[in-house]
């Protein structure tokens, strides 16, 4: 208790501790960037995943210590351009690698140029979060899929193929691995970021079941998912988030 008061009194040690973790999203996703080029997309998933815990850290650090800022606004949004839309946008693109390879599109020197569609998610991931820093009404809920939940949908990828490897569930791998699918995924998912859908948050102003129902069903959805199915659950539950958001603000309208 002592130490954390001597961080709260220390206005620049104060101001500077969420940015630091900030900095340490930024630093997973240029891991993934380097793992994916290096056809470890597995790995690079994961790295995505640490940038998502230091991504939520950093925020609840600066509530925490009251040490928000400007320069913390800005600097998460570029860091997330980063970690959640360059990343998975190159683990998608070597995906669509794979899924081109021997295919009779054209290539140039082993580069599909068709694969160039994952680079939706990071153009319309840094369009998303430059909306989310000019748009005041998005304090306690989301307007568009958040930057994190779509880069998880698509990292999660690698490590369900992955796991149905292991589970000898080879449609799933055929189905993730046609081109046609990552396509419409890509397309799909990058229109979602920008679109004016409600979707709910998760900061919790306080814990009662009334006023979080659906916060508390969602978590509850998925630790059960995590633990039956493993990651398989992952895209599951970018996919229930979408749809519990929209019964929620149904709910509320009528």
Not at 26 to 40: E, K, M, R, V
Not at 200 to 220: D, Q, T, W
Request: contains cysteine; hydrophobic residues 55%.
């Amino acid at each position: 208790m002592i130490y954390f008061n001597l961080f709260k009194n220390n206005q620049v040690l104060r101001k500077n501790i969420p940015n630091s973790v900030t900095l340490l999203n930024l630093l997973s996703g240029c891991i993934s960037i380097t793992l994916a080029f290096n056809d470890n997309l597995v790995l690079a998933s994961l790295f995505i995943g640490i940038a998502a815990v230091f991504d939520f850290l950093d925020g609840m650090l600066a509530r925490l210590l009251n040490a928000r800022s400007p320069l913390g606004l800005q600097l998460d949004s570029l860091s997330d351009v980063v970690s959640f839309g360059v990343a998975p946008g190159i683990i998608v693109f070597q995906l669509m690698q794979i899924s081109l390879n021997h295919s009779s599109f054209f290539n140039w020197n082993g580069i599909y140029p068709a694969s160039a569609i994952a680079f939706l998610i990071p153009l319309f991931s840094a369009l998303r979060l430059a909306k989310f820093n000019i748009d005041d009404r998005q304090t306690n809920s989301f307007i568009g899929l958040p930057t994190p939940a779509n880069a998880i949908f698509f990292a999660s990828f690698p490590l369900v193929l992955m796991q149905a490897e292991k589970d000898n569930q080879f449609w799933i791998i055929d189905f993730l691995q046609q081109y046609p699918t990552l396509l419409f995924l890509t397309v799909a998912f990058s229109a979602l970021l920008i679109s004016p859908l409600p979707l709910m948050a998760f900061k919790f102003k306080n814990y009662h079941l009334n006023n979080n129902l659906n916060r508390y069903i969602f978590l509850s959805f998925v630790v059960v998912l995590i633990l039956t199915i493993r990651f398989y659950a992952l895209p599951l539950i970018i996919i229930f988030y979408i749809i519990i958001s929209q019964v929620k603000f149904k709910t509320i309208n009528k």
